[in-house]
């Protein structure tokens, strides 16, 4: 992430985590005249309560850990009527979201197996920024492998915004484009979906290959900027054409031909 302003170039202090496969990071500006002590305790606490958050969701909702509720209702050990209220009410959400994209979002593996890994890291991201905002903290950026949530502005005080770099999926090492988040904008997520970083993992709707190699969604709220990338990958055109028109977002999609189709506020 990077700041925009034309006015100054803001200290930025940061601390990661790996979790959910990923890397997580919290980055905070430093205010003129803060003792450097006060801003590094005040971010390791924040960052704290932040992985603490995400190791409690990834303990219950991780098909990757053998003791998990997922894990045991993939191995049939447990009903869904039997798991957890907070299994059950994230699977209703994602159920709700199957409806709403017409099936290109699921809840469920092929095999019927529940599989809540395309909600659950927004759901995540979502509770660190409403925990980080009851610690008081008003100008901050979370990134979590990718998808992003910021408030705020890297200047404290200022609308300047947060910059989301897009990565190329054909070269890692570049930027394809980039969003402002926070600030004077009201958009505060961005989430990033497809093969490039991880391969195929993505089911598709019908028969076939995703006409998408990547797809990034900017959105108000990180759960919806997250489900729609993941739908649009899945669901391909006709998805991002009912993404477009049923919500109040941005999108950028990349075909695998290489070929670009972006909204208005990404060929901004």
């Known amino acids: 992430m990077q700041p925009t302003s034309d006015l100054e170039v803001p200290q930025l202090k940061a601390k990661t985590f790996r979790c959910m496969g990923t890397v997580i990071s919290l980055t905070v500006p430093v205010a003129p005249g803060e003792r450097s002590a006060a801003a590094e305790e005040a971010l390791?606490?924040?960052?704290?309560?932040?992985?603490?958050?995400?190791?409690?969701?990834?303990?219950?909702?991780?098909?990757?850990?053998?003791?998990?509720?997922?894990?045991?209702?993939?191995?049939?050990?447990?009903?869904?009527?039997?798991?957890?209220?907070?299994?059950?009410d994230r699977y209703a959400e994602a159920a709700q979201w199957r409806l709403l994209t017409e099936g290109a979002f699921t809840p469920e593996r092929p095999d019927g197996v529940p599989d809540l890994s395309?909600?659950?890291?927004?759901?995540?991201?979502?509770?660190?920024?409403?925990?980080?905002?009851?610690?008081?903290?008003?100008?901050?950026?979370?990134?979590?492998?990718?998808?992003?949530?910021?408030?705020?502005?890297?200047?404290?005080?200022?609308?300047?915004?947060?910059?989301?770099?897009?990565?190329?999926?054909?070269?890692?090492?570049?930027?394809?484009?980039?969003?402002?988040?926070?600030?004077?904008?009201?958009?505060?997520?961005?989430?990033?979906?497809?093969?490039?970083?991880?391969?195929?993992?993505?089911?598709?709707?019908?028969?076939?290959?995703?006409?998408?190699?990547?797809?990034?969604?900017?959105a108000a709220d990180i759960v919806t900027a997250d489900v729609l990338a993941t739908a649009v990958v899945a669901g391909g055109v006709p998805m991002l054409n009912r993404a477009t028109s049923g919500w109040d977002v941005e999108v950028l999609a990349i075909r695998n031909d290489g070929g670009i189709l972006a909204t208005q506020g990404f060929r901004a």
């Open 44 to 88: 390791t606490d924040a960052t704290g309560a932040v992985e603490r958050l995400f190791q409690e969701l990834d303990a219950r909702f991780s098909l990757y850990r053998t003791e998990s509720e997922a894990s045991r209702l993939a191995r049939r050990e447990l009903t869904l009527r039997a798991a957890s209220q907070d299994f059950r």
């Open 118 to 218: 395309g909600l659950v890291k927004g759901f995540a991201i979502k509770e660190a920024g409403a925990a980080l905002q009851s610690l008081g903290l008003g100008d901050w950026c979370l990134n979590a492998g990718g998808d992003v949530l910021a408030t705020g502005s890297p200047i404290a005080g200022s609308r300047a915004s947060w910059q989301a770099g897009i990565v190329d999926p054909e070269d890692r090492t570049t930027l394809i484009a980039a969003y402002p988040l926070g600030g004077g904008t009201g958009v505060g997520a961005l989430a990033t979906s497809g093969s490039a970083e991880r391969g195929d993992h993505i089911w598709t709707s019908g028969a076939g290959v995703s006409a998408f190699r990547q797809v990034s969604v900017a």
